[in-house]
Every structure is written in C-alpha cells, then in structure tokens.
C-alpha cells in the first residue's frame, strides 16, 4: 500500500489530503485569514507559515511520517515544461522563487520539497500550470515582441480527460476532447491526441470568469493605464482578482448570481449570460483548431455544477459534439493519481 501527501496552496487556504493508494482518508481545507496573510509581503513569503499548517494536519491526523512513499505538490508558475510527473529539485524551487508571477500553486513544491526531504522521501508535482504542448502556430499573437504563452489548468483539465478515455478502455491519446475548466478563472482548451495544443491563457484572455477580466481591447487598456488614475499593481488587480463578474456585480460567488436572477434581477442575467456566450465562442475556436474533429466536450470545474450555465453554453456549441461533466475541482485526485503512477512503475517521473 502506498500512503501519500497531497498539499495544494490556493490564494487564501492550503488544501492538505493523506492517502492509502486511490483512497482519500483525510482531507481538510485549512483556511489562512486576510489579517495572517497581509504580514507576508510577498505570496511566497508565506511558505514557513503554510508548512507548520500542513505538518500540524498530520498530527492531528495521528498520521505517521515515516509511512509515507513520498510528499506531491500542486505545481507552480516555472520554466514551460511538457505534461507529466515531475521529481522536485532545487532548480524548480529557485525558478519558482523568481516567478514573474507571485501565484500560490508556487508554494506547493516548496513545501513537498522540504517536507519531503526532511523524511528522506521523494517530493513529485504533476501537469503543473506551465505545462506547454502548444503547436507552433499557436504562439502567434499579431505583435511580434509577444508571444501567446500556454498557462493553464493543466492538472484538472487534464485529469479528467484521462478518466473520461478510460471510460470507454482507451487512452487520452486515442480522442481529441475539448476540455473547459470553469472555475474563478477559465481554461478551454483543445486536447489533440493527449496534448493541448492551443488554450486561452487563463489569467489574461479568453471569456471573463468570476474574477478575471479576460481579454480585454488592447487601446483601452492602453488608455486606461496611462490615464494616471492606476498604478501598475492596481491594473493588474482589476484584471485578476476584481475583473469579470465582480467588476459587473460586486460579488464573485456564482450560486449568489444566480439567486439574484431568480429573485428577477435583470442585469444580473444579462452578465451572467454574457459569460456563457463568450465561454461558448472560445469552445467553438478550440473546435476550430482541431478543425472540426471533436469527440468530446468535457465540461469541469465548480461552475459546471451550474445547470443554467451549461444550458446556455449547450445551446450556442451542441451542434460541435456531445458533452460530458466532470463537475467540481478533482486536482487532489489528480495529484495523487500522478505520482501513483509513478510508484506503480506505470510512468517515469521527469527531471525539471
């Protein structure tokens, strides 16, 4: 039996789950208070903090360290790499110390890293967020100082893309599926025979998610951030964190939205069914780059649980292919699936 460590930071909590094989035995979502986490000036910063969470969870839980096969963790915002299970090295914790962008999944091979290595056991991160399999093609934007980057949720997006191709006895390289994350930020992409070979950078472009602005006109932002009015960071904030439906309605909880549409608010639907049509224009140009060959459209994420949602997306992209719901987030599952994999012998784990 293997006994694994899931750790996987978000912006404001660090999911912890202890596993026995594919069983999950415990799982706790250990909430950090704005008030902890404004004494840290930069996300990163926080790793000491979040390590003792995590190394009281398996005290609490009476787990015993010495058990444990190995340590994984969610991956960060590194160097562009291919899909697979990676082993943690110093150069990966360097190269996330020095990310451009200071995003929370960069602590989660820190701590699996330490951790782990204090217990002399190996630390793995799976299908990390900079996971890069694009075509060539792809990476053109139209100004030739800037590439289209692939950045995406590559761990769930591509977790369920596996478990849907063995429904029916096959691997993900056998189908070419259109996977759609929704969530607090988007990812759609189009899976050619295992790879995602092009998807909208889910912090900058694509339809707008709950927080996220999504792509925007490029001379209004232009405008906008020399207008005097903003300060770099301040942009940034209302790109990511107080863009989309949160610029539009104050609130970023979907299940709230959607009772201010039933309680008749207008404006409400109107944003609301602004999201699905630009979510189903960005499912119909992944159509496109796989040229119309779609055997499946697999819809993941918190928000698939939203009927009206997936009802709205279904009417404008049916006529694409059939759709399938893995609904809610399984990135735990996904973690401990990949470096399973790997102590089962059935992958090779990959240096960074």
Do not use: W
Request: hydrophobic letters at 40%; a neutral charge.
């Amino acid at each position: 039996m293997f006994k694994l460590l899931v750790i996987n930071p978000g912006s404001t909590s660090t999911k912890v789950s202890y596993f026995e094989d594919e069983k999950e035995i415990y799982r706790e979502k250990i909430e950090h208070s704005i008030e902890e986490l404004k004494n840290f000036k930069r996300v990163f910063d926080q790793y000491e903090f979040r390590k003792l969470r995590v190394l009281d969870f398996l005290k609490r839980h009476s787990i015993n360290e010495k058990e444990l096969f190995c340590i994984v963790g969610r991956g960060g915002i590194s160097k562009p790499v291919s899909a697979g299970t990676y082993i943690i090295s110093e150069k990966m914790i360097e190269d996330l110390r020095n990310s451009p962008i200071d995003h929370a999944s960069n602590l989660g091979p820190v701590i699996a890293y330490e951790i782990a290595k204090s217990l002399g056991i190996p630390a793995y991160t799976v299908d990390p967020i900079a996971v890069d399999e694009f075509q060539d093609i792809a990476r053109i934007t139209g100004l030739k100082e800037i590439n289209r980057r692939s950045r995406f949720h590559a761990l769930n997006t591509r977790y369920v893309a596996k478990k849907r191709a063995e429904m029916f006895g096959k691997k993900i390289e056998d189908f070419n599926f259109i996977v759609v994350h929704l969530g607090g930020g988007l990812s759609i992409a189009p899976f050619e025979k295992g790879k995602a070979i092009d998807v909208n950078d889910s912090a900058t472009s694509g339809a707008f998610s709950p927080e996220r602005s999504g792509s925007l006109p490029s001379i209004d932002i232009v405008e906008m951030c020399y207008s005097g009015k903003y300060k770099i960071e301040e942009i940034k904030k209302r790109l990511m964190g107080e863009g989309g439906i949160i610029s539009y309605l104050g609130i970023n909880d979907l299940k709230e939205v959607e009772r201010r549409i039933d309680n008749g608010d207008d404006y409400a639907k109107f944003i609301f069914e602004a999201m699905a049509y630009q979510i189903s224009k960005d499912i119909v140009a992944s159509a496109v780059v796989l040229k119309g060959k779609v055997d499946e459209i697999i819809f993941t994420g918190g928000m698939s649980n939203s009927k009206r949602l997936i009802d709205l997306i279904s009417d404008r992209v049916s006529f694409i292919s059939k759709f399938f719901l893995f609904p809610g987030e399984m990135e735990q599952e996904a973690l401990c699936f990949g470096a399973l994999s790997v102590l089962k012998g059935e992958e090779e784990a990959k240096i960074y």
